[in-house]
């Protein structure tokens, strides 16, 4: 490809920042909603406060090369401070915040950080709790000072105190500054991410200024993004999505990145700012539309009619204006009443009145939750990508978009499917290698830069779309050697709203069985409705009525599995509600909510013994740890309920 | 002066108390025939968490009523900051800088969790209400800067969120909250606290906690606070005042209390023949 406009001006961020300083001084980089009022810093601050963050760091002593931890919640000062990094030699390392001390030991020594940027006191105290283990660690430094005051350790430092250091310094080590930035060019390691370990211990992906860089322009042209958009930052920063979003196309196209004020007013933020461009993973759109839901029953008579049916019609007209289909003048008409009655009230309280471009991924998204926000004229798209990529492998160009694929390659990606059905691609932003494990290197990119996703999908011949059906280990075969596919049912169950998350077991097996959370949100709010009491998480879960109505809810998803003849086999003959929601505290779900399947094999085994020797309840006892780590037991018996199978009848005949 | 005498003292985790911003001296108070609180001294000192305890009936309410200004004991002297207290009202109280929170939460349900903060500003609301009434200048001036004292305890409290929602429609724990949020706006040098813990679940009473120590710590207010609930108090008060019976029956640090034969007697009970 082309590189000759990126090199030496727009190669790394440091030099990007520099030149949206030029073009675009006044114009607000970032903004964060402090005390009730939005603050916002323009490119020229930020740049201005970039380069004294850089300073001050190296005063401190950072040394090119060298690794900087950067754990807390999206803030403005921590996404410049990450540009510092870079402009100062050294290299981004950004963390979880919601980690315990013992993950982010693993991390901090795995990369040995020699400085670590932390959010606030519940960030500093985790790492001073775990400093003695780390030989590396230089500096901590903290944005926010409540609660530190009275912390005296030599090697602690407010972010003002940095900022200070870095302006008082900047006569003395201005050239010194312009000489590091300058020696970094497009080869470079831009980002160190890990991935969240899915299974086994995180892994250090090195991503190198072209990986991000050219990815953040690709993407950034694919959705014509532009200057005048803004974005709503919310998701993690350790996250490779927000890296791209908020740091990449953000500074590429030098559009304003948005912080909430805190982690629960989101939606208010959201309203507030009105983003124009929007990501969020189908559990968030999952939870918005049964929030809509839920209010729309408490609402009176006329507004309940009024919703019903322009919402028939949005379902029939929105998709179809959107991707520029022929609608009759009609149906125009009454998508540009419901438009002013129902559709732009509702937007704006989502705050999705400006998106222009919307992308879901991570997981699968029901049709029904992706079509409603389709016909409301949100133009909500599906993405497919890893870290490993720089996010994007597949996604939708506008006017192709459909709930069961994940796109067309992206631009200068290319991809192949193995024999086994995994799929393989190569893009600029496939990723330099894992830090300090040339094994797992070599396992993932072979030498043309192949990289295996993991996961196993295909081509849509007609569209050239790709459709994923499952991660390519976790796909099996039963007992009498038909298919196992767990995720495309736990896909099916996780459509329904009471349905939070479930795990789906039935390799190797005669057939297949499944654990079952409950949506405390929309099981709970159903309860209240009802006047049915109950005391607890999970007195609710094992509610006759709530059994009863996820074993329909199984029940539809055999017939639906069933009708595909491959995946027949996969239907569920017996399930349990689990006492408890699976949590990424007890090590259940990855930091991104993602199952993990062998943690949860070996911690519920017993149950899932019960689930196979015909026994109507089991006894659970199951360790828990609490938010601030002290850990708990949780007992008590669960039913276990057989839910009707529609039966296979294809297997002999192909048996023959 | 004597009693602003400078026996300070440090504690465990390195904070200074000064010297006595409350002295409370041979209170007596009494309903008719009924003796609520019988000849009881002891002080407050500046900076510190000082806790009020005893069984149910005790007399602890009725204690804080009375360093309120709510009750007016028949015998005995009260003195803030070096001065004897006459009586006073309510009001006069919270403008001499003292802010309580109540056991059953007397918030204004209809209203927001900001405007219920905000009421707490009332005393430092000083233009007059025509100047109110035409807005523009020392009424709208006095409104921002009370704003922002708001807004950076609903930031410290962690209660951005519901801002704007009415406070009848929250839980419980949030409530009492936005209730120690409205005493602080008041930015009291002396906080009464009547059973902060009360009906709270153990996360909530954590947070609750940590609250309070984050008050003490950050802005120096100094805490009095009655409550229930043993352990709680145990950990965070720097000294305790044991209550039984309206009388006194034990005061130091909760180790000492922890200590005190009487105090175990009132807590587990033995027959008073």
Same mark, same amino acid.
């Given at each position: 490809?082309? @590189? ?101 030991? =693993? ?44 912390? +005296? ?45 899915? *299974? ?79 990501? &969020?993973?189908?559990?968030?759109? @999952? ?26 019609? &949005? ?27 129902? =559709? ?14 919307? =992308? +879901? ?52 990606? @290319? ?28 396992? +993932? ?57 479930? !795990? ?22 159903? &309860? ?20 009863? *109505? ?79 780590? /002290? ?26 | $002066?004597?009693? $602003? ?45 000082? &806790? ?48 309580? *929170? ?42 921002? @800067? ?22 009848? /429609? ?51 207010? *100094? ?15 720097? /000294? !305790?005042?044991?209550?039984? =019976? ?6 130091? +640090? ?20």
């Amino acid at each position: 490809m082309d @590189e000759s406009d990126l090199v030496g001006v727009r190669d790394t961020f440091p030099k990007l920042m520099a030149l949206n300083a030029q073009r675009f001084g006044d114009q607000s980089a970032y903004r964060v909603k402090e005390y009730g009022i939005w603050q916002s810093w323009t490119w020229s601050e930020a740049h201005s406060d970039m380069r004294a963050m850089a300073i001050g760091l190296m005063s401190l002593g950072l040394e090119m090369d060298d690794h900087v931890a950067v754990i807390g919640t999206n803030r403005p000062e921590l996404y410049i401070m990450m540009s510092a990094i870079s402009a100062a030699g050294g290299v981004p390392v950004p963390i979880y915040q919601d980690g315990v001390a013992e993950e982010i030991a =693993y991390v901090l020594d795995h990369c040995s950080a020699k400085f670590v940027i932390c959010d606030d006191q519940e960030q500093v105290d985790k790492v001073l709790d775990i400093q003695d283990r780390l030989p590396d660690l230089r500096q901590i430094v903290y944005r926010d000072p409540r609660g530190l005051r009275k912390y +005296t350790q030599d090697d602690l430092h407010s972010l003002d105190s940095v900022l200070k250091l870095g302006r008082d310094e900047a006569a003395s080590l201005g050239a010194a500054l312009d000489v590091a930035i300058n020696a970094r060019g497009i080869d470079d390691t831009c980002v160190m991410l890990y991935t969240s370990g899915t *299974t086994g211990r995180p892994k250090g992906v090195v991503l190198s200024n072209r990986n991000i860089i050219v990815t953040a322009k690709n993407s950034a042209e694919f959705d014509d993004l532009v200057q005048t958009d803004s974005v709503l930052a919310y998701l993690p920063m350790a996250w490779v999505g927000d890296f791209i979003f908020s740091m990449g196309q953000a500074q590429w196209t030098g559009f304003c990145v948005c912080c909430p004020e805190a982690a629960h007013t989101m939606q208010t933020d959201l309203r507030e700012v009105g983003p124009s461009y929007f990501f &969020a993973p189908p559990r968030f759109f @999952e939870g918005l539309l049964t929030n809509v839901m839920i209010r729309m029953e408490d609402a009176s008579k006329w507004k309940q009619k009024l919703f019903h049916k322009y919402m028939a019609v &949005a379902k029939e007209v929105g998709p179809r204006l959107l991707d520029g289909e022929s609608v009759s003048t009609s149906q125009r008409l009454s998508y540009a009443i419901g438009n002013v009655l129902v =559709y732009g009230p509702l937007k704006n309280t989502l705050g999705m009145s400006k998106v222009r471009v919307g =992308y +879901t991924a991570g997981e699968a998204i029901g049709p029904e939750i992706f079509d409603f926000y389709r016909s409301l004229g949100i133009n909500l798209k599906q993405l497919y990508g890893q870290t490993e990529a720089s996010v994007f492998i597949t996604q939708q160009p506008d006017g192709q978009v459909r709930a069961d694929t994940v796109g067309v390659p992206s631009p200068e990606v @290319e991809l192949k499917i193995a024999e086994n059905g995994e799929v393989f691609y190569r893009s600029p932003g496939t990723f330099v290698r894992y830090y300090k494990n040339e094994e797992s290197t070599a396992d +993932t990119k072979d030498a043309e830069g192949w990289v295996a996703t993991g996961d196993a999908g295909f081509i849509e011949k007609e569209s050239g779309h790709l459709r994923i059906i499952d991660r390519a280990k976790d796909v099996g075969q039963m007992a009498d050697g038909s298919l196992f596919a767990p995720k495309y049912v736990e896909n099916k169950l996780k459509f329904f709203p009471n349905i939070l998350e479930a !795990v789906v077991f039935g390799n190797g097996r005669d057939y297949c069985t499944a654990f079952l959370n409950i949506d405390l949100g929309s099981v709970g709010n159903w &309860a209240e409705r009802n006047n049915i009491a109950y005391a607890s998480y999970q007195e609710l879960a094992q509610h006759p009525q709530v059994q009863e *109505t996820l074993q329909k809810h199984v029940e539809e998803v055999n017939l639906s599995v069933a009708e595909d003849e491959m995946l027949a086999g996969c239907q569920i003959h017996r399930f349990l509600i689990l006492h408890k929601q699976l949590d990424a505290d007890d090590g259940e779900l990855t930091r991104t909510q993602k199952v993990r399947r062998r943690i949860i094999e070996e911690r519920y085994g017993d149950l899932i013994t019960a689930l196979y020797d015909g026994s109507a309840t089991v006894f659970a006892d199951t360790e828990v740890t609490y938010e601030d780590g /002290r850990k708990g037991r949780v007992k008590g018996m669960l039913d276990i309920r057989d839910a009707k199978t529609v039966p296979v009848r294809t297997k002999q005949v192909a048996a023959e | $002066m004597n009693d $602003m005498s400078p026996d300070s003292y440090t504690t465990a985790d390195g904070r200074t108390i000064g010297g006595k911003i409350m002295e409370v001296k041979n209170i007596t108070l009494r309903f008719g025939g009924v003796v609520a609180i019988k000849d009881i001294s002891f002080d407050i000192r500046e900076g510190e968490i000082r &806790a009020i305890i005893g069984p149910n009936g005790a007399g602890k309410s009725s204690m804080l009523n009375v360093i309120n200004g709510f009750y007016h004991p028949q015998e005995g002297e009260i003195l803030f900051r070096g001065e004897k207290r006459g009586p006073m009202k309510p009001y006069q109280i919270a403008q001499q800088g003292i802010a309580r *929170t109540f056991q059953n939460i007397a918030l204004f349900k209809g209203m927001s969790t900001l405007d219920n903060i905000m009421t707490g500003r009332f005393t430092h609301m000083k233009a007059p209400v025509w100047k109110q009434a035409i807005w523009r200048g020392e009424a709208e001036r006095e409104e921002i @800067e009370n704003r922002e004292v708001v807004e950076k305890i609903i930031d410290f409290l962690e209660i951005q969120a519901i801002r704007k929602t009415p406070v009848g /429609r929250l839980p419980y724990g949030l409530q009492k909250r936005v209730e120690l949020g409205r005493a602080l706006a008041a930015e009291p040098k002396l906080l009464l606290l009547d059973e902060p813990m009360a009906g709270m679940n153990v996360e909530e009473k954590e947070d609750m906690s940590r609250f309070i120590l984050d008050v003490n710590d950050e802005f120096g207010t *100094t805490i009095a606070l009655i409550e229930h609930d043993m352990g709680v108090v145990m950990d965070i008060s720097d /000294r !305790v005042v044991v209550l039984d =019976y309206g009388k006194k029956i034990g005061d130091g +640090t909760p180790d000492e209390v922890r200590a005190n034969p009487e105090v175990i007697d009132a807590y587990l009970g033995v027959s008073h023949d």
